[in-house]
């Protein structure tokens, strides 16, 4: 397999007075051509943040990003991004805004207007190409984020917490979509989340982060057949195994914040005077 | 409305309050047909329109860029905008014969001076408007690598029209309000020192007719043009 993307050593403090908060420390791992990746972790670990720095949307304190060996220092023009608050333009219709992208690249009127409406189909929304987004759903929206995101031709396809605003029986069939999607193409997926059955179902390999500052604490192959039978004795067992390690890591979390309010309960008390 | 002009008929017909101080509705509309054919009328009406417009048209020119900086960069929000809420508390109307010195009794004195009064308005909605855009939009428009000059065309500028338009129907509405202190204080012949003009000469109906003539004028440009404008905007706008 191709290696096509690598983080290295990625990290992000944000300078404050009187200490660096430490948000990602030393991130490393690859993608390969073609994976489906899900980065998860407890929440406020950075995996959103980690997601915006090979984005290209935030520039890490130190660390590289590759992709096909080329440093990514601004967004690269074969990635692309689906977010968890769709994003769409509310004055645009469905037809432009998944033009957005092509626009932007200078493709000619007619020809963008061509692949939007191919990727509008892809998604299952034909005959919805002048409406407004408010006139869509939750659901039907990030399919517009999807087909906005594709219609640029990527290589691969980042998706902030796709899923995770949308109602549940929904977001259920739009993942079965997607991982159609990613079979039927040669696309790469990462996908940031915190929801364990939807890592299983769609990643190839899951990289868990540990709580903050967020590291790599584990990488978990998944190599279920697909489409994946979520009642599966396998699926139970690595969901199992993800649960404990973020609970080890909440646990730990905790421990490291109890130890803190001692130390600065200690510290109170040998400034008393005696 | 009917209801209105048929009560007002009645009190004048029934001398309830006397014709000199307030004429009957026939009597104002039927002056207020006299003046329509009137050139001089006509032209003071549309003088006091192209002055009022010209200094909304100025104010939205100075306070566009300002209140985009302003909603953009935290900075420059932080320092220049509580002289703007400084200035904006002072009494409007107060300024007026202060710009009179500056620029001279004319109609130049009349277009700054509408300005100064639609420029609040335009700045706070604006500003408003601009830091409302959802941070995701400027992530979208990165991430697709728009440039600058795109940014603004296809995601600021579309952002903050619903804003610009509010403010601009606040600031047009609020200048044809004080349009008889704008005139008067910089000395124009307009519809408004018509009206004032009017009740010092004792024909008080020619008074009601210019009122009138202003009160259908604001009612018919914020109804239709305001009206169209919003009316694109409910199209899309949740």
């Known amino acids: 397999m191709m290696r096509q993307m690598e983080v290295e050593n990625v990290t992000k403090a944000y300078p404050r007075s009187n200490e660096h908060l430490v948000a990602l420390k030393d991130i490393t791992f690859t993608v390969h051509k073609g994976e489906f990746v899900c980065i998860i972790g407890p929440s406020g670990c950075g995996k959103s943040t980690l997601l915006k720095i090979i984005a290209g949307l935030d520039k890490p304190s130190s660390g590289k990003i590759r992709f096909e060996g080329e440093l990514v220092t601004e967004p690269h023009p074969k990635i692309s991004m689906v977010f968890q608050s769709f994003a769409l333009f509310p004055w645009r219709t469905i037809l432009q805004n998944v033009e957005y992208g092509l626009e932007i690249r200078g493709v000619p009127k007619q020809q963008r207007r061509n692949i939007a409406q191919e990727f509008i189909e892809l998604v299952g929304l034909k005959g919805y190409d002048n409406l407004y987004p408010k006139q869509l759903s939750g659901g039907m929206k990030q399919r517009v984020g999807f087909a906005r995101a594709l219609a640029i031709d990527p290589e691969i396809v980042l998706m902030d917490e796709a899923f995770s605003a949308i109602d549940e029986f929904t977001a259920e069939t739009l993942r079965e979509e997607v991982a159609e999607i990613h079979g039927e193409t040669e696309k790469t997926f990462l996908l940031v989340t915190h929801n364990l059955p939807e890592a299983i179902e769609l990643a190839d390999r899951i990289v868990v982060l540990s709580a903050r500052p967020g590291r790599v604490k584990s990488v978990v192959e998944v190599s279920l057949g697909r489409p994946r039978d979520k009642t599966g004795s396998e699926f139970i067992h690595i969901h199992k195994n993800l649960f404990h390690l973020l609970k080890e890591e909440l646990e730990n979390s905790i421990i490291r914040h109890k130890i803190k309010e001692l130390r600065e309960f200690q510290k109170l008390h040998d400034m008393e005077p005696k | ?238």
Request: with cysteine.
């Open chain 2, 1 to 238: 409305m009917v209801g209105f002009f048929i009560a007002w008929e009645g009190v004048s017909r029934a001398q309830l309050i006397p014709s000199e101080k307030m004429p009957a509705f026939s009597t104002v509309i039927a002056t207020l047909t006299v003046c329509a054919s009137n050139w001089e009328f006509i032209y003071r009406v549309l003088q006091s329109f192209f002055n009022l417009t010209l200094g909304i048209f100025l104010a939205l020119f100075i306070a566009m860029p300002l209140a985009l900086c302003a909603g953009l960069r935290n900075k420059f929000d932080v320092t220049f905008t509580p002289i703007i809420m400084i200035v904006g508390a002072l009494p409007d109307l107060a300024i007026l014969p202060v710009l009179v010195i500056w620029f001279g009794p004319g109609n130049m004195a009349a277009i700054v001076m509408a300005s100064v009064c639609a420029f609040f308005p335009v700045y706070f909605t604006v500003r408003e408007g601009t830091k409302d855009i959802p941070h995701d939009y400027f992530n979208v428009a990165t991430v697709f690598r728009s440039g600058k000059i795109d940014t603004f065309k296809k995601v600021v500028f579309p952002s903050i029209f619903p804003y610009m338009v509010t403010g601009l129907r606040l600031s047009f509405d609020f200048v044809w309000e004080v349009i008889l202190a704008i005139e008067i204080i910089a000395r124009v012949t307009g519809i408004g020192t018509f009206i004032d003009a009017s009740v010092n000469q004792g024909t008080i109906e020619y008074a009601f007719a210019g009122i009138m003539a202003v009160g259908a004028i604001a009612l018919s440009v914020d109804r239709v043009a305001f009206g169209l404008l919003e009316g694109r905007i409910r199209r899309w706008k949740e």
